[in-house]
């Protein structure tokens, strides 16, 4: 398990992790542009990956101008591995070293995402459009 920068080479497979995953999924793929993806890693934020014998498995990007997590999802084939966990970690360690600004993410209610949140020490504060709304603050992070 290798776990690293995304660069933009990686965007084909990322997109396909993100497709294929079974809970918070695209009502059309085609809402998530490759461009998209080029943005948030080039201009808006920053991403990593995790890669098994070349293979993305898992990837997250965060939203340094929303303050947000854009994405943060792995192959379902890959699940309960720590996959999540560590790209969730590396993306809050490398965050809150640029800025206190909270961070906040939305996802899903009554799925999987939304527990694994809650038991990773994110604050649920309302609601965003139909998910739930979380965040996370730089002193709750240092605190966990």
């Known amino acids: 398990m290798i776990f690293r920068e995304a660069k933009i080479d990686d965007i084909s497979q990322i997109q396909v992790v993100r497709n294929s995953v079974k809970e918070n999924m695209l009502s059309n ?3 998530v542009t490759d461009e998209d993806c080029k943005v948030y ?7 990593w990956v995790c890669e098994i014998k070349n293979e993305i498995v898992g990837f997250a990007i965060v939203d340094m101008i929303e303050n947000n997590i854009w ?3 792995v192959n379902p084939e890959f ?3 720590g996959i999540g966990k560590q790209l969730h970690n590396m993306m ?9 600004t909270p961070v906040w993410l939305g996802t899903a209610p009554n799925t999987r995402a939304e527990e694994f949140y809650k038991l990773s020490g994110w604050k649920e504060i309302g609601t965003h ?6 965040q996370m603050t730089s002193v709750d992070w ?3």
């Open 92 to 100: 809050l360690n490398w965050y809150f070293q640029q800025t206190q």
């Open 79 to 81: 699940e309960n591995q």
């Open 29 to 31: 793929p085609n809402l």
């Open 71 to 73: 994405a943060l999802f």
């Open 129 to 134: 459009g139909k998910e739930v709304k979380f």
């Open 142 to 144: 240092e605190n966990l």
């Open 41 to 47: 890693l080039t201009e808006r934020g920053k991403g």
